[in-house]
T-cell receptor
């Protein structure tokens, strides 16, 4: 496809379940970002990959959150033992370049996670 | 640390009227600045960006924004609003230096358009 895709689009989990959210970036894009967007808020940074290397994970809120991009393309955000406060839209973005030029990011439609 | 303030949570304008959405940023060096639009249930679409050079930047859908360093502002404007412009608008700042390249977003301004 032409854009960033994310799956599933909607996920409902019971508190304590593990979830995995997938991101397919634009083909050939070097950089990949994950953001969390709570209801009524702007997106907040979670983590950044340049190819397969996770260069920044300073935004991950707890050790229950884990992200990977093993082959430098598709990425998965995993949340273990989900809590109600994890309910949010999780956005993935990719950029064709690394470095400071990675600022120009193209966003996917997001995965809306609801934890009951 | 970089930050963005969008002072207006919700703005309502009549179709055909002009629009200005405010954005103030905090960043130590020359920032990279962006405006994104988000329709309900959709991801973020880039409207325009400022990296350097001309401080008045043109974007898609007839939007423009002006970078004013002295005021730390990057306000978004449109001369005549269309009903389809109703959405949420986010201003964001990015780092021009080495290190993390995340975007920092404001809380957004919701735009309603009266027919």
């Amino acid at each position: 496809g032409a854009g960033v895709s994310q799956s599933p689009r909607y996920k409902v989990a019971k508190r304590g379940q593990d979830v995995a959210l997938r991101c397919d970036p634009i083909s050939g894009h070097v950089s990949l970002f994950w953001y969390q967007q709570a209801l009524g808020q702007g997106p907040e940074f979670l983590t950044y990959f340049q190819n397969e290397a996770q260069l920044d994970k300073s935004g991950l809120p707890s050790d229950r959150f884990f992200a990977e991009r093993p082959e430098g393309s598709v990425s998965t955000l995993k949340i273990q033992r989900t809590q109600q406060e994890d309910s949010a839209v999780y956005l993935c973005a990719s950029s064709p370049r690394g470095g400071a030029q990675a600022n120009e990011q193209f966003f996917g439609p997001g995965t809306r996670l609801t934890v009951l | 640390a970089q930050s963005v303030t969008q002072p207006d949570i919700h703005i309502t304008v009549s179709e055909g009227a002009s629009l200005e959405l405010r954005c103030n940023y905090s960043y130590g060096a020359t920032p990279y600045l962006f405006w994104y639009v988000q329709s309900p249930g959709q991801g973020l679409q880039l409207l325009l960006k400022y990296f350097s050079g001309d401080t008045l930047v043109q974007g898609i859908k007839g939007f423009e924004a002006e970078f004013k360093r002295s005021q730390s502002s990057f306000n978004l404007r449109k001369p005549s609003v269309h009903w389809s412009d109703a959405a949420e608008y986010f201003c964001a700042v990015g780092s021009s230096g080495a290190g993390s390249y995340q975007l920092t977003f404001g809380k957004g301004t919701k735009l309603s358009v009266i027919p």
